[in-house]
């Protein structure tokens, strides 16, 4: 199996039949990675009858808010659906995202759901990586690779998944590639 | 352009489609600026025939917009991506 879920194929504007850019690609068993995490994702992954929980794998393609805004809330979601790990990949700004949407402003709620008896990892095993053009690496038999676009004044990759001989490209934002 | 040279499937950006002469100006205007930072849906199939992809899945899609492409260059299959919809790369 190898395949792609569109959640989102909308833009900024807000619309009910097209939610803001997000993706699940699938591959193998239980191998996966969410591209982008715009505005609806939680839901968009409900209604497509995925475990929020097991969603422990993010690439974001940049830091633009239609492709972020729904973030915190999986963040949030996944965790209260018993995910006790995430790896978030994506370009320069990424760290710093995660930082001030998510540390920052909710490390204090967060504290207070630990007590309550969420599971720590669910938010502190969050590891969250900026990668450059050109970063690859193998997850559960699958090549990522992050390649160039063109999107200024942005910082942003496409995403490459290479399973079994076959291959998938998620360019995220891009004018017209040369 | 490399980077999606042969691949099975490509999903890419759509966004950046002609503006209609019955919008108003600023939002003309805006939609125009669009093909800055997005590729439009020809340029999708374009590079799809270019780089021999399989089949190009086009998105980030306006409200109300039905994409336009002429895919008579373009042996592959050409999607047009809606919410919820599943595409096989194997
Ligand atoms: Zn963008």
Redesign the interface.
């Known amino acids: 199996?190898?395949?792609?879920?569109?959640?989102?194929?909308?833009?900024p504007?807000p619309?009910l039949?097209?939610?803001h850019?997000a993706?699940l690609v699938e591959w193998g068993v239980g191998g996966h990675m969410l591209v982008d995490a715009g505005d609806g994702v939680v839901g968009?992954l409900l209604?497509?009858g995925k475990s929020l929980g097991a969603i422990e794998n993010i690439a974001l393609t940049h830091m633009h808010w239609d492709h972020i805004l729904g973030y915190p809330a999986l963040v949030w979601g996944g965790w209260s659906a018993g995910r006790n790990r995430m790896d978030v990949t994506g370009p320069v700004g990424t760290g710093d995202m995660h930082h001030q949407l998510v540390e920052n402003y909710y490390r204090e709620q967060a504290e207070w759901a630990i007590d309550l008896g969420f599971s720590r990892p669910g938010f502190d095993a969050i590891a969250v990586r900026d990668v450059p053009v050109g970063w690859s690496e193998m997850l559960d038999g699958c090549l990522l690779?992050a390649?160039?676009v063109?999107?200024?004044p942005?910082d942003a990759l496409?995403f490459?998944?290479t399973?079994?001989g076959?291959?998938?490209?998620?360019?995220?934002?891009?004018?017209?590639?040369? | 352009m490399q980077f999606v040279q042969d691949v099975d499937v490509l999903v890419i950006d759509a966004c950046a489609v002609t503006p209609g002469d019955d919008l108003a100006p600023a939002r003309r205007k805006i939609i125009q600026r669009l093909h800055e930072f997005h590729a439009s849906p020809q340029d999708c199939v374009d590079i799809a025939a270019a780089a021999n992809v399989g089949k190009v899945v086009l998105t980030h899609h306006l409200p109300g917009v039905m994409p336009e492409v002429d895919a008579s260059a373009y042996s592959g299959e050409v999607i047009i991506g809606n919410d919820l919809d599943v595409i096989d790369v194997i």
């Open positions: 199996m190898f395949q792609i879920t569109l959640l989102g194929t909308g833009s504007s619309n039949t097209r939610h850019p993706a968009q209604a497509a690779e390649g160039p063109h999107h200024p942005m496409a490459k998944f399973y079994q076959h291959n998938l490209v998620v360019t995220g934002d891009t004018g017209a590639l040369r």
